[in-house]
Structure formats: structure tokens, C-alpha cells
């Protein structure tokens, strides 16, 4: 599991960066250990009310990354998928780590 949260610490800061630059900002964080290690960010652009959710669910040992409208003083709810990638523990390597890391953060715009 060691693995999976570093690469989601990668992931994170990786479109953290890039999301950034579009006026996004990290609203929310949250490690849930007793769910198989799942875990969460979300980054919110106010001006847009658009946010992004990163998720590595530990159980089905896949990363997700979501995308969801909200209205002013009000949680996104409608959460639509804009990639998934599946995490095969048994290809696990630095090559492995490195694709999985450029196929999720590539394919946000």
C-alpha cells in the first residue's frame, strides 16, 4: 500500500501544478485508512465553480479523477469521471509508476 500512496502523492502534487495555473485551489484533503486506504483531494476553481477530485480507491486499486459543477456555498455532488486508471500491484515498478503518473495527469486539459 506504500507504494499506491506515494504515487498518489505524486499524482497530487503533479496536477496540483497544473491545475493551479487555471485558478484552482486544494479546498479539501482527506486519508481514509480504514477504507482499504482509499484517499482523496479536491481543488475547487471559485470563479468557474468547477472542482476536480483526485481518488485512489484502495479497495478496487484504482485512480480516478472527477469533475463536478457547484453553486456558491454549496459541495459539488454531481461528480462526473474524466479519467480512470486501473493499478495492477503485480506490474508494480518505476516504469509501472512513471506511465500511470503521465496517463492521468495528461489527459487533464
Do not use: C, H
Not at 483526485?54 to 459543477?69: A, C, Q, R, Y
Not at 454531481?78 to 503518473?101: F, G, H
Amino acid at each position: 500500500m506504500r507504494a499506491e500512496k506515494e504515487l498518489f502523492n505524486r499524482i497530487e502534487e503533479k496536477l496540483q501544478a497544473k491545475l493551479e495555473l487555471d485558478n484552482f485551489k486544494k479546498t479539501e484533503s482527506k486519508d481514509e485508512v480504514l477504507s482499504f486506504g482509499s484517499r482523496f483531494t479536491v481543488w475547487k476553481n471559485m470563479t468557474e465553480q468547477l472542482a476536480i477530485r483526485l481518488t485512489w480507491d484502495g479497495k478496487e486499486s484504482w485512480f480516478i479523477v472527477e469533475e463536478s459543477p457547484f453553486n456558491e456555498g454549496a459541495e459539488p455532488i454531481s461528480w462526473a469521471d474524466l479519467v480512470i486508471v486501473p493499478y495492477d500491484k503485480q506490474l508494480e515498478s518505476k516504469d509501472y509508476n512513471e506511465r500511470t503518473l503521465k496517463d492521468i495527469v495528461d489527459e487533464i486539459k
